[in-house]
């Protein structure tokens, strides 16, 4: 079993930036792939960006690349969100979740651990 919680959500301007961060509360997260994914208001949860286990391969959908930049630290057994140049379309509440896998396709099913979820709010 492995639980998630993420952290760093708030409220920010458009142009702003900032920094999630998802815990896992065991070292055995270190062996899986972690994503983010997100799901706004009257939307469904769609995904953001994803990291193997190593962090040795990087995955990011096409709006937020060159934005957002997914890390980890296997040490502390926590994944980070670097967001900047945030938009009002990034409005949404984040998920961390963790693969079943050391590696990922980025399917949501694949995805066996979820975390509660953070709220980002980017104001005009």
């Known amino acids: 079993q492995v639980q998630l919680v993420e952290s760093g959500g708030g409220l920010v301007q458009a142009g702003g930036s900032l920094r999630l961060s998802c815990a896992a509360s065991t070292r055995t997260f270190s062996t899986r792939a972690v994503g983010w994914f997100r799901q706004a208001p009257g939307k469904e949860r769609e995904f953001v960006a994803a990291?193997?286990?190593?962090?040795?391969?990087?995955y990011y959908t096409d709006s937020v690349k060159g934005r957002f930049t997914i890390s980890r630290d296997n040490a502390k057994s926590t994944v980070y969100l670097q967001m900047n140049s945030l938009k009002p379309e990034d409005t949404a509440v984040y998920y961390c979740?963790?693969?079943?896998?050391?590696?990922?396709?980025?399917?949501?099913?694949?995805?066996?651990?979820w975390g509660p979820g953070t709220l980002v709010t980017v104001s005009e």
């Open positions: 979740a963790a693969d079943r896998d050391a590696y990922t396709n980025y399917e949501m099913a694949q995805f066996e651990y």
């Open positions: 990291i193997t286990w190593s962090g040795g391969s990087t």
